[in-house]
């Protein structure tokens, strides 16, 4: 079984810092892809950043420049540091991982239980 545990979230004033970090665990082959989605009140779901192997990276035009993702694939985790926040980037931020669980099995994406980044003066 796989498990996505998020950790880092919080109340930051406006111009402030947080990062986030999720780790990866159970018996699993590979994980291709792993990244960061999140979600406002009354609003979809949408990509924040993304990387494959710890060497591609995609980020939402709305936060290039002031995220940045990275990956320890020996620790089978990702994290999220998030600079210059903006009230808008208020929202549940989720983490993401698309697993292969066995050698030519195909891959499943697995979700974390999210965390809530709040920011507000």
């Known amino acids: 079984q796989v498990q996505l545990v998020e950790s880092g979230g919080g109340l930051v004033q406006p111009g402030g810092s947080l990062r986030l970090s999720c780790a990866a665990s159970g018996t699993f082959f590979s994980i291709y892809q792993m990244g960061w989605y999140r979600q406002a009140p009354g609003k979809q779901r949408e990509l924040v950043a993304s990387?494959?192997?710890?060497?591609?990276?995609d980020y939402a035009d709305s936060v290039k420049g002031r995220f940045t993702i990275s990956r320890d694939n020996s620790k089978n985790t990702v994290d999220l540091q998030m600079n210059t926040l903006k009230p808008e980037d208020t929202a549940v931020y989720y983490c993401?991982?698309?697993?292969?669980?066995?050698?030519?099995?195909?891959?499943?994406?697995?979700w974390g239980q999210g965390t809530q980044v709040t920011v507000s003066s």
């Open positions: 993401n991982a698309d697993i292969q669980m066995r050698v030519g099995g195909l891959r499943s994406r697995y």
């Open positions: 990387i494959i192997s710890g060497v591609r990276t």
